[in-house]
Nanobody
Framework: QVQLVESGGGSVQAGGSLRLSCAASGYTCMAWFRQAPGKAREGVAR???????SYAYSVKGRFTIPKDNAKNILYLQMNSLTPEETVMYYC??????????????????WGQGTQVTVSS
Protein backbone atom coordinates (compact mmCIF):
# COMPACT_ATOMS: atom_id res chain seq x y z
CA GLN A 1 0.00 0.00 0.00
CA VAL A 2 1.50 3.26 -1.15
CA GLN A 3 1.50 6.06 1.38
CA LEU A 4 0.31 9.41 0.11
CA VAL A 5 1.71 12.64 1.52
CA GLU A 6 -0.77 15.19 2.84
CA SER A 7 -0.28 18.70 4.12
CA GLY A 8 -2.23 21.83 4.91
CA GLY A 9 -4.22 20.99 8.00
CA GLY A 10 -4.40 23.39 10.89
CA SER A 11 -6.65 25.67 12.84
CA VAL A 12 -9.14 28.19 11.57
CA GLN A 13 -12.10 30.08 12.92
CA ALA A 14 -15.63 29.18 11.93
CA GLY A 15 -16.45 30.57 8.52
CA GLY A 16 -12.82 30.47 7.49
CA SER A 17 -11.01 28.54 4.79
CA LEU A 18 -8.25 25.97 4.55
CA ARG A 19 -6.62 24.16 1.66
CA LEU A 20 -5.33 20.63 2.01
CA SER A 21 -2.78 19.14 -0.37
CA CYS A 22 -1.93 15.57 -1.31
CA ALA A 23 1.05 14.65 -3.47
CA ALA A 24 0.55 11.59 -5.66
CA SER A 25 0.86 10.46 -9.27
CA GLY A 26 -0.26 7.61 -11.47
CA TYR A 27 -3.77 7.26 -10.10
CA THR A 28 -7.10 7.33 -11.92
CA CYS A 29 -9.18 8.35 -8.95
CA MET A 30 -8.28 10.53 -6.01
CA ALA A 31 -10.47 11.39 -3.05
CA TRP A 32 -10.71 13.05 0.32
CA PHE A 33 -12.27 11.39 3.34
CA ARG A 34 -12.70 12.60 6.89
CA GLN A 35 -13.21 10.87 10.19
CA ALA A 36 -14.25 12.03 13.62
CA PRO A 37 -13.21 10.03 16.70
CA GLY A 38 -15.49 7.05 17.16
CA LYS A 39 -17.27 7.58 13.86
CA ALA A 40 -17.09 5.96 10.46
CA ARG A 41 -14.90 7.47 7.77
CA GLU A 42 -16.93 9.75 5.49
CA GLY A 43 -16.28 10.45 1.82
CA VAL A 44 -15.97 14.18 1.21
CA ALA A 45 -15.11 14.52 -2.47
CA ARG A 46 -13.50 12.57 -5.29
CA UNK A 47 -12.13 13.29 -8.75
CA UNK A 48 -11.57 10.98 -11.67
CA UNK A 49 -8.80 11.26 -14.25
CA UNK A 50 -11.12 12.93 -16.80
CA UNK A 51 -11.98 15.68 -14.33
CA UNK A 52 -15.30 14.25 -13.22
CA UNK A 53 -16.01 15.18 -9.60
CA SER A 54 -18.44 14.25 -6.88
CA TYR A 55 -19.09 15.86 -3.50
CA ALA A 56 -20.82 14.84 -0.32
CA TYR A 57 -24.08 16.72 0.09
CA SER A 58 -22.82 18.37 3.27
CA VAL A 59 -19.93 20.11 1.50
CA LYS A 60 -21.45 20.96 -1.87
CA GLY A 61 -20.99 24.62 -2.69
CA ARG A 62 -18.31 25.05 -0.01
CA PHE A 63 -15.56 22.57 -0.89
CA THR A 64 -13.80 21.94 -4.19
CA ILE A 65 -11.32 19.24 -5.22
CA PRO A 66 -8.98 20.74 -7.81
CA LYS A 67 -6.03 18.76 -9.10
CA ASP A 68 -2.81 20.12 -10.53
CA ASN A 69 -1.81 17.45 -13.03
CA ALA A 70 1.50 19.12 -13.84
CA LYS A 71 2.59 19.00 -10.21
CA ASN A 72 0.73 15.77 -9.32
CA ILE A 73 -0.97 17.45 -6.38
CA LEU A 74 -4.56 17.02 -5.28
CA TYR A 75 -6.16 19.78 -3.25
CA LEU A 76 -9.20 20.14 -1.07
CA GLN A 77 -10.27 23.77 -0.87
CA MET A 78 -12.55 24.14 2.12
CA ASN A 79 -14.58 27.30 2.63
CA SER A 80 -17.15 28.33 5.24
CA LEU A 81 -15.87 25.74 7.68
CA THR A 82 -17.93 24.87 10.75
CA PRO A 83 -16.78 23.60 14.16
CA GLU A 84 -18.45 20.26 13.37
CA GLU A 85 -15.80 19.80 10.68
CA THR A 86 -13.06 19.53 13.27
CA VAL A 87 -11.86 16.08 12.25
CA MET A 88 -9.01 14.23 10.56
CA TYR A 89 -8.90 14.46 6.79
CA TYR A 90 -7.40 11.71 4.63
CA CYS A 91 -6.30 11.62 1.04
CA UNK A 92 -6.98 8.38 -0.86
CA UNK A 93 -6.18 7.15 -4.34
CA UNK A 94 -6.84 4.22 -6.63
CA UNK A 95 -5.91 3.19 -10.16
CA UNK A 96 -9.50 2.40 -11.03
CA UNK A 97 -12.24 4.84 -11.92
CA UNK A 98 -14.44 5.98 -9.06
CA UNK A 99 -17.37 7.43 -10.96
CA UNK A 100 -19.32 4.62 -9.35
CA UNK A 101 -19.13 5.18 -5.62
CA UNK A 102 -17.64 2.02 -4.13
CA UNK A 103 -16.81 3.65 -0.81
CA UNK A 104 -13.54 3.63 1.03
CA UNK A 105 -12.86 -0.04 0.35
CA UNK A 106 -11.99 0.86 -3.25
CA UNK A 107 -8.90 2.84 -2.33
CA UNK A 108 -5.57 1.06 -2.03
CA UNK A 109 -3.47 4.06 -1.12
CA TRP A 110 -4.01 6.41 1.82
CA GLY A 111 -2.35 9.36 3.44
CA GLN A 112 -1.50 9.54 7.11
CA GLY A 113 -4.21 12.08 7.81
CA THR A 114 -4.11 15.76 8.62
CA GLN A 115 -6.03 17.43 11.43
CA VAL A 116 -8.38 20.31 10.78
CA THR A 117 -9.62 22.28 13.78
CA VAL A 118 -12.39 24.83 13.43
CA SER A 119 -13.02 27.05 16.44
CA SER A 120 -16.28 28.84 17.13
Amino acid sequence: QVQLVESGGGSVQAGGSLRLSCAASGYTCMAWFRQAPGKAREGVARIDSDGWTSYAYSVKGRFTIPKDNAKNILYLQMNSLTPEETVMYYCAADKRSCQKNNGEQQYNSWGQGTQVTVSS
